[in-house]
């Protein structure tokens, strides 16, 4: 029947809550930010990254995390790749992770689907990852 089953991740197979109002989030990620050479305040940094939001959702109806990630590069004069900007959302989903765990039976359902040599594919795309298949 079916050679591909694709799942979004986060709360279909797991369950995760984030919090991104966390002083300590923006703390951290001033940090990683000023590492790369883009110095930012913690403050400057959560306001910059809402307003980047805010903007590129009244434009597209899903936007790619990692676009933000760039432009807050950029703001700064700093070039982003991707690469970079996947590891700055990695990293951010990190950080504000407050729970995070697999529903019951999600392991072994997944299993038995690459047991019957099934192919799965995750939607990552509200955590800032991208999408990655197994």
């Known amino acids: 029947m079916y050679k591909t089953c694709i799942f979004d991740f986060y709360g279909t197979l797991c369950d995760i809550r984030t919090d991104e109002t966390k002083p300590e989030l923006w ?3 001033a940090l990683f930010y000023g590492f790369c050479g883009a110095d930012y305040t913690p403050e400057e940094l ?3 990254y809402f307003r980047i939001v805010s903007e ?3 434009e597209f109806r899903e936007i790619q995390i990692e676009r933000v990630f760039k432009e807050l ?3 700064k004069g700093v070039p982003s790749d991707d690469t ?3 590891h700055t959302g990695q990293f951010f989903r990190i950080i504000s992770i407050e729970h995070l765990r697999l529903y019951d039976g999600a392991k072994e359902m997944l299993g ?3 047991a019957s040599g099934k192919k799965s594919i995750f939607s990552q795309t509200p955590s ?4 990655s298949t197994s």
């Open 27 to 29: 703390e951290k990620l």
């Open 73 to 75: 590069f950029l703001k």
């Open 56 to 58: 590129l959702e009244k």
């Open 84 to 86: 970079l900007a996947i």
């Open 46 to 48: 959560k306001n910059s």
């Open 128 to 131: 800032g990852f991208s999408p």
């Open 112 to 114: 038995r689907l690459r």
